[in-house]
């Protein structure tokens, strides 16, 4: 199973990207796909999950209102639509995958997942 990235650029504050990442092998129909990120010098941090078993979403504190998770369980395909983009946001995001429900309370743990696509980067600036 491989994830495949992509969606990555440079955007000035305040616009939009959309992050795709499409599963080869896998569906994850039943599963749980999701986005991290990484900024220089700082820890991976969870964006956002979606459950395709029942459609539950969660979004970290920072990016909810402005962040969209979206999934194309047919095709194994998860997106993010990012809005209202600040420079804070610049960093490398990569998708994770699961093949069965994850709980909500582990939902945002990085170890959870089993599947790893390469980061794109995502850099806001003017």
């Known amino acids: 199973v491989q994830l495949q990235a992509s969606g990555g650029g440079l955007v000035q504050p305040g616009g939009s990207l959309r992050l795709s990442c499409t599963a080869s092998g896998r569906t994850f129909s039943r599963g749980t796909m999701a986005w991290f990120r990484q900024a220089p010098g700082k820890e991976r941090e969870f964006v956002a999950a979606r459950r395709n078993s029942d459609r539950y979403t969660d979004y970290a504190t920072s990016v909810k209102g402005r962040f969209t998770v979206s999934t194309d369980s047919a095709s194994g395909t998860v997106y993010l639509q990012m809005s209202s983009l600040k420079p804070e946001d610049t960093a490398v995001y990569s998708c994770?995958?699961?093949?069965?429900?994850?709980?909500?309370?582990?939902?945002?743990?990085?170890?959870?997942?089993?599947?790893w696509g390469q980061g794109t980067q995502v850099t806001v600036s003017s």
């Open positions: 994770a995958a699961k093949s069965n429900h994850v709980i909500v309370s582990a939902i945002q743990l990085p170890r959870m997942y089993d599947y």
